[in-house]
């Protein structure tokens, strides 16, 4: 029998339980083990549920418990989540998360304290809720080298992104709606300002390239200031906006990551990741592209690789499983602004055609798009291959013209 405690009973912790209490059969199956809750920690009380008897308010009896050999993490943020989670590691417990929070911000402590202990820290659910994405990018993708990956890692910005191109609702009503149905929070600014991508492709570059990446090391833009006339640029151009989380292995070794809004062509597979769906691109030097697509959050399919993980842990009682990577280095990243990318270029001007004869003369070639719908005094170009701080300066240069907004081009 493996007793396990959960900490949090949101949205999450509330499923890990339900997930356990009614696949209780299969899981013993599996785990070759009956799993047992047999503590919850929340401050709140559930008289109505038929588990109430098993609620408490104290850590301490959790941590002091030697029959609780694993603790499922579902509190959210960093503290008391990283406080919790340190003294089980230090005190002979497993632990489990779906916290992208805390992995992105102490990560690499907590593997190393796991490590030292002979103990699992495992958090399949941080990145994709229900997709698997650890797991096959560090056991079954570890014979390639990986050289990028590329994702639609936030639901709520994808649907709000799918509502602007497929509805054409601006990105305000937009967001107004993914409220009402539940995907966005009352203060949206981690999904839309792309704070949540930022920590998840922190979590995947430092699976995949061994060292700590910590998010505030890690350029992200929102897609706040995307508009319906940049959703018909993009059409025009062939593909669409998505909110794409990317890292890139140089050859000298260092990381090219960011997070933005990126025009997406319809060539790629990502460019049909929808609604609320996320969709992972892993680029391996054997494999080729492998894409990992499905929901990237909600209360099951991310109790479901919760519950995996404890299942991982179970079978790893006495022999640790290897998932690791050391704290960050000095200069593994490089500056996103001295990359050579592609950029698609919104301006008003009085007089367009005279604009983009001077903006080609000075990028040297530019590409226009026209879009449906274009208006008098509006236009939209493509420059390839420069540097962001090049782009601005030249952009600032063309006093004819007004610059309306500017997006990269995606790579995938």
């Known amino acids: ?46 008289p109505e549920l038929s588990y109430h008897n098993l609620f408490t308010k104290d850590f301490d009896v959790i941590l002091h418990d030697d029959e609780v050999k694993i603790v499922v993490e579902v509190l959210g943020g960093v503290h008391p989540a990283y406080d919790f ?77 799918t509502k602007m191109i497929t509805d054409k609702m601006g990105f305000d009503e937009a967001l107004q709606l993914a409220q009402e149905l539940g995907y966005a929070e009352r203060d949206p600014a981690a999904d839309v300002e792309g704070y949540d991508a930022q920590r998840k492709i922190c979590i995947l570059s430092s699976l995949a390239f061994g060292h700590h990446v910590y998010p505030e090391t890690v350029h992200a833009e929102g897609i706040t200031k995307i508009t319906l006339e940049d959703v018909g640029y993009a059409k025009a151009w ?72 404890v299942i991982d842990c179970i079978k790893h009682f006495k022999a640790r499983k290897y998932l690791y990577w050391e704290d960050s280095k000095e200069g593994m990243l490089v500056d996103y602004k001295t990359q050579l990318e592609s950029f698609f270029v919104h301006i008003n001007a009085e ?40 782009l601005e300066e030249k952009l600032a240069a063309l006093t004819d013209i007004i610059v309306k907004g500017k997006i990269r081009l995606s790579s995938f």
Do not use: W
Request: aromatic share 4%; charged share 20%.
């Open 1 to 46: 029998m493996a007793k396990i405690a959960v900490l949090g009973h949101g949205v999450v912790g509330s499923g890990v339980v339900e997930v356990i209490l009614s696949h209780a059969e299969s899981l013993q199956e599996r785990a070759k083990e009956e799993i047992v809750v047999k503590h919850i920690l929340d401050l709140r009380e559930f």
């Open 85 to 161: 989670a340190k003294a089980c590691l230090e005190n002979g417990k497993s632990v489990v998360t779906s916290n992208k929070e805390l992995v992105a911000a102490k990560g690499a402590e907590l593997l190393a304290i796991a490590q030292k202990n002979n103990l699992n820290f495992l958090f399949e659910a941080s990145v994709g809720g229900g997709i698997p994405i650890i797991r096959p990018i560090s056991q079954c993708l570890a014979a390639n080298d990986v050289t990028e990956i590329a994702g639609i890692l936030n639901g709520t910005t994808n649907f709000i992104l």
């Open 238 to 309: 062939g593909g669409v906006i998505k909110l794409i989380g990317k890292v890139k292995k140089l050859p000298d070794g260092r990381l090219h990551i960011l997070v933005g809004p990126m025009f997406v062509s319809n060539d790629s597979q990502l460019a049909h990741v929808d609604d609320v769906f996320n969709g992972i691109m892993v680029r391996g030097d054997a494999t080729g592209d492998v894409v990992f697509y499905g929901k990237g959050a909600g209360k099951l399919p991310t109790a479901s690789a919760v519950v995996a993980d």
């Open 351 to 390: 007089d367009v055609d005279a604009a983009l004869k001077n903006a080609e003369n000075s990028f040297g070639s530019i590409t226009r798009i026209i879009r449906k719908s274009e208006q008098i005094g509006e236009a939209g170009f493509i420059v390839n291959e420069i540097t962001e701080p090049v």
